[in-house]
């Protein structure tokens, strides 16, 4: 009795550290993929790159096998908009800060100017014969292609936005533009100054791939993924992507580190993404040629993790219509009402928003995981370290999706 007492009280201490561990190790991973070191996992200053040299040096460290001649790296190349100097924008003298009062449109061509802003909504008529004009709209309105067309020689559009939220654009627009914050914009500006330098670049990218061999059915595979690569920079300002992706990331890592440890029956892949942000690119890229040794039709389940940051209003399930035989493995996984690790599900059908798409769409089974809570940070330079800590939801749904691997 005694025996078995001490006995309970090791385990519980044995697994509350490691839980601790895993905590520790994922919060250490975000904070070091979303650090300046790696300037957004973009394309300026080789971001992107630096973070697959540091996934492969961890798949290696691991013991994670590579599918071919030693080497993790599956390489893709895409067009991207980037912008590699300081942007400038100053409104009657006065300068706005980068990321924190407005962004660039990522398809933004260079511009280099003085000009006279004029709002769309208090003239009748626009400025077809002033060159040096920025056309300027509000929040709610949306401004038309013919409207444009009609707008006459504007140089530039800026656009006041409630929430600034920026992405990555693979070819430039027809016109410059910018967004401002709304509260950053001062009421009846008259000039505005600006100065974007945008340049066009092929880049080359690298999705990290490697396995653990299962013990029974060496052949088949379970596929974690998470998308690596985040929006970089627009000019010095860094994009850190702490949410979006480094914690799903993070999540992989961890969960290549337990497998490593305690292989399952199949054999798992691992697969983190670059270019997810300008759409897809990377995993529609492994679909388009996959490896011999990792093919569609050997993938058992996919499951993709981005956005895995928070959890207090539990967990959306894309593909939970779909496959909803796997879904309920999942909620039997989840466990009771005496033991539940998240408080619930949003189970939904098909979408287009992450790297498990491609798959879905070329018959692979899979689904896409996304934590829901308070967390409100996306795509702007507010999802970085200081506001991304990682609470108990991190270790519940490390432990879900752990249970549900082993019942798939
Ligand atoms: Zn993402």
Redesign the pocket.
């Known amino acids: 009795m005694f025996k078995a007492y001490i006995f309970t009280i090791l385990l519980a201490v044995f697994s509350f550290n490691s839980l601790a561990q895993n905590h520790n190790f994922a919060q250490k991973t975000i904070d070091t993929l979303a650090s300046s070191a790696f300037y957004g996992r973009g394309y300026v200053k080789d971001g992107d790159k630096k973070a697959a040299i540091f996934i492969s040096k961890f798949y290696s460290n691991t013991g994670l096998k590579p599918f071919k001649n030693s080497s993790y790296l599956y390489p893709f190349s895409f067009p991207v908009n980037t912008f590699p100097s300081k942007c400038e924008v100053k409104i009657d003298g006065k300068t706005l800060v980068p990321g924190v009062d407005y962004i660039v449109n990522p398809g933004c061509p260079s511009i280099r100017k003085k000009l006279i802003i004029q709002s769309i909504s208090d003239h009748k008529s626009y400025p077809e014969k002033r060159k040096r004009t920025a056309l300027l709209y509000d929040t709610s309105y949306k401004l038309e292609k013919q409207e444009l067309a009609s707008a006459g020689n504007f140089n530039l559009k800026i656009h006041l936005q409630k929430k600034l939220t920026w992405s990555v654009a693979t070819s430039k627009d027809s016109r410059s533009g910018i967004e401002i914050l709304k509260t950053s914009f001062p009421v009846n500006s008259k000039k505005i100054k600006v100065k974007i330098i945008s340049k066009m670049v092929n880049h080359d990218a690298f999705n990290v791939i490697g396995y653990i061999e299962g013990t029974e059915i060496k052949d088949t595979f379970i596929v974690l993924t998470a998308?690596y690569d985040h929006l970089g920079m627009m000019g010095k300002t860094i994009f850190p992507g702490a949410n979006?992706?480094a914690s799903g990331v993070a999540m992989m890592m961890d969960m290549a580190k337990y497998f490593s440890k305690n292989p399952c029956k199949y054999s798992i892949a691992f697969i983190a993404f670059a270019g997810?942000?300008p759409g897809l690119i990377g995993s529609k890229s492994y679909t388009d040629i996959p490896w011999a040794e990792l093919p569609l039709g050997k993938i058992k389940f996919l499951i993709n993790l981005?956005?895995m940051g928070s959890g207090e209003k539990g967990m959306a399930v894309v593909n939970a219509t779909i496959f909803p035989d796997y879904f309920n493995k999942l909620q039997q996984a989840n466990g009771n009402a005496e033991k539940k690790y998240l408080t619930g599900f949003k189970s939904r059908g098909k979408a287009a928003n992450?790297d498990h798409y491609w798959f879905v769409e070329r018959g692979v089974k899979g689904f896409f995981f996304y934590l829901m809570g308070d967390y409100n940070h996306y795509h702007d330079i507010g999802d970085n370290t200081k506001n991304l800590r990682l609470g108990e939801f991190y270790d519940k749904s490390f432990l879900l999706i752990r249970d549900f691997i082993l019942l798939i």
Do not use: A, G, Y
Request: charge should be negative; charged fraction near 50%.
């Open positions: 998308h979006d992706n997810e942000e981005d956005l992450s």
